[in-house]
C-alpha cells in the first residue's frame, strides 16, 4: 500500500511539472477546456489541467510586418502597373484573432490587395505616382476598420515599389528629360539676363560716377579761380588804401596808371593809348626831377682828377 501510494504521488508530480507552462512576455496563450474557449493566459507561469485544457494558439503581441508581392493595379486611364504593398500591424485581442477567421494573415493579405485595387482605380497614373501619402493614408483608414473584428490593429500601411510599364517608363524618361531640357534652357537665359542686367547697371555706375567726377572738377577749379580772383582783387583793394592812406598827390596816381598800362602789354607787341593827362604828367615829373634832382636814382660818372705833369726841366736840378 506504502508502495502504491509513493507510486501514485509520483506520476500527480510528474503530470503537474509536465502541464507548467511560461507564457513570455509580449505573449498570450488561448485556452481551451473540453474544446470550448476557457481564457487567455499573459505573460507569467500557469498551470493547465492534463486532458481537459489544450493551448487552441499561441500569439504575439509584437508589431509584425506583412510584405505582400507586387500584383497588377489598374489606373483611372487603363494603365496597368505592378505595386507592392508592406502593412504594419499588431494584435491587440487574441480572443478575436483566434477564432475571428480562418487564416487572418492571408485574410488580411486579400483584403490589402483589394483595397488597393478600388483605391488606385480612382486615380490616374500622375495621381498615383504623386499621391503615395494620400493612397497609404486610405488604406490604412479601411484595413484598420476591417481588421478590427479580426482583434488585429493596422498601424500603418506603405507603398513599397510602383513599377510601371516599359513604354510609360519610357516616355516618363522622356518627358523628364525634356523638362530637364528646358529648366537647363531657362536657367541659361535667366543667367544670360541678369549678367546684362548687370553690365548695363555697372556702365550706368561708371557714367554717373565719372559725370560727377567731373562735375566736382569744375567745381573746384571754378572755386579756385573765385579765390584767386577774390585775392588778387583784395590785394588791389589793400594797394590802393595804403595809396589812400600815405597821401598822394595826382602824379603819382597818374604814374601808377602808366605802370598799369605797361604791365597790362606784359612785353608783347602791343598798341597802347596812353591818355594825354597821363603823358603831361610823366613830363612833369621828369622836368620836375632834373631840375632839382629829387627822385633821380641814376648815378652820375665819377668826375676824373687832373692830371699833373712834371716838368721836366725839375728832373736836371
Known amino acids: 500500500m506504502p508502495i502504491f501510494a ?6 500527480v508530480l510528474i503530470l503537474i511539472f509536465a502541464n507548467i507552462r511560461i507564457v513570455p512576455q509580449a505573449t498570450e496563450y488561448v485556452i481551451e477546456r473540453l474544446g470550448k474557449y476557457r481564457h487567455t493566459w499573459g505573460a507569467g507561469i500557469h498551470v493547465k489541467i492534463p486532458i481537459i485544457d489544450r493551448i487552441a494558439k499561441k ?17 483611372k486611364d487603363n494603365v496597368t502597373m505592378q505595386i507592392d504593398t508592406v502593412v504594419y500591424f499588431r494584435i491587440f485581442d487574441s480572443k478575436a484573432y483566434t477564432y475571428g477567421v480562418v487564416n487572418p494573415i492571408n485574410a488580411m493579405e486579400n483584403l490589402t490587395a483589394t483595397t488597393l485595387r478600388n483605391i ?34 493596422v498601424t500603418r500601411v506603405e507603398l513599397k515599389n510602383i513599377i510601371p510599364p516599359a513604354e510609360i517608363q519610357q516616355a516618363m524618361e522622356k518627358q523628364m528629360k525634356a523638362e530637364r531640357d528646358r529648366r537647363q534652357t531657362l536657367l541659361q537665359a535667366e543667367g544670360h539676363k541678369a549678367a546684362a542686367i548687370t553690365r548695363a547697371e555697372g556702365d550706368k555706375q561708371a557714367t554717373i560716377l565719372a559725370a560727377e567726377g567731373e562735375r566736382d ?5 571754378a572755386e579756385g579761380e573765385a579765390k584767386a580772383i577774390f585775392l588778387a582783387k583784395k590785394a588791389e583793394a589793400e594797394g590802393l588804401q595804403l595809396l589812400k592812406d600815405v597821401g598822394v598827390d595826382a602824379s603819382v596816381l597818374e604814374l601808377k596808371k602808366y605802370e598799369a598800362l605797361v604791365n597790362m602789354s ?26 632839382t634832382g629829387l627822385g633821380d636814382n641814376t648815378k652820375s660818372a665819377p668826375k676824373k682828377k687832373a692830371e699833373i705833369k712834371e716838368d721836366p726841366c725839375c728832373e736836371d736840378k
Open 6 to 11: 509513493l507510486i501514485l504521488c509520483f506520476i
Open 266 to 291: 606784359n612785353g608783347t607787341a602791343a598798341k597802347l593809348i596812353i591818355p594825354t593827362d597821363a603823358v603831361n604828367a610823366v613830363k612833369n615829373n621828369v622836368i620836375f626831377s632834373e631840375t
Open 59 to 75: 500569439i504575439t503581441l509584437k508589431e509584425q510586418v506583412l510584405d505582400s508581392a507586387p500584383q497588377p493595379v489598374i489606373t
Open 217 to 221: 572738377a569744375r567745381i573746384a577749379r
Open 120 to 153: 488606385v482605380g480612382e486615380l490616374e497614373l500622375d495621381g498615383t505616382l504623386t499621391s503615395r501619402d494620400t493612397i497609404n493614408g486610405r488604406m490604412t483608414e479601411t484595413l484598420d476598420e476591417a481588421t478590427d473584428q479580426w482583434g488585429i490593429k
